[in-house]
């Protein structure tokens, strides 16, 4: 079975800084796809990025970026140059052939960009 | 349309009644999931479809959940006999392949009396 876990509930962040969320996963196989979503007050979910696990380079989307290390089993989101508007719920999430390519989502992340 | 439409986006309920909640995926994508998601909570997965391939229902948390995808496009979700920890956001999603994006719906809002 495929897991994500997202150790950081809610996380404050100063306008314009960058910050890091994190993610971990497990999975057994060799092939799989890692997703960040943004969920803002509204609760629509925004795609933010992808990163295949045979991607040799990190992931970048603008001000997002994601931080991929096969061997640890992460992928961390990187926001930089920060934004009110950036303030919502965030979610990582893994989808995989074995899995049946069913979409798994961690806990989430409450990010808060003070001015 | 240009996204997944779901409908009602709002629908109220006393316990006990059935419900239905109807997903209109994006033309030609042959994924379809359907999440629920609780207040303050993440995506709970329930029900997923590909293509003509039996669906995935692994996470229906009761027999009293069920869906079908009719002509390979619309989703409905129904719900039985509702509960009032039925109450949550109920979310649809489609893709087009694999390892693509999921575009999803704006949820429908169930909240059972």
Request: glycine letters at 10%.
């Amino acid at each position: 079975a495929q897991k994500i876990t997202q150790t950081q509930p809610g996380m404050f962040v100063q306008e314009k800084e960058a910050v890091t969320l994190d993610c971990t996963y497990d999975t057994s196989d060799p092939s799989y796809g890692l997703f960040w979503y943004k969920q803002p007050s509204s609760g629509e979910m925004i795609f933010l990025i992808y990163q295949g696990s045979y991607d040799q380079q990190n992931a970048t989307e603008g001000r997002y970026s994601l931080n991929f290390q096969k061997a640890r089993k992460s992928a961390n989101l990187v926001i930089s140059a920060s934004q009110l508007g950036d303030s919502a719920m965030y979610f990582c999430a893994m989808s995989s052939p074995r899995a049946g390519n069913m979409l798994t989502f961690g806990g989430g992340t409450r990010l808060m960009v003070k001015p | 349309g240009a996204g997944v439409s779901q409908s009602p986006s709002n629908k109220v309920t006393e316990k006990g009644k059935d419900v239905e909640l109807r997903c209109d995926p994006i033309s030609g994508h042959t994924a379809l999931y359907w999440y629920r998601q609780s207040l303050g909570q993440g995506l709970e997965f329930l029900i997923y479809f590909q293509g003509n391939s039996a669906p995935d229902k692994s996470g229906l948390p009761s027999d009293r959940f069920s869906a079908e995808r009719t002509g390979g496009s619309v989703s409905t979700l129904t719900i039985q006999r509702t509960q009032q920890e039925d109450s949550a956001v109920y979310l649809c999603a489609s893709r087009e392949g694999v390892n693509e994006k999921l575009f999803f719906g704006s949820g429908t809002q169930l909240s059972v009396l």
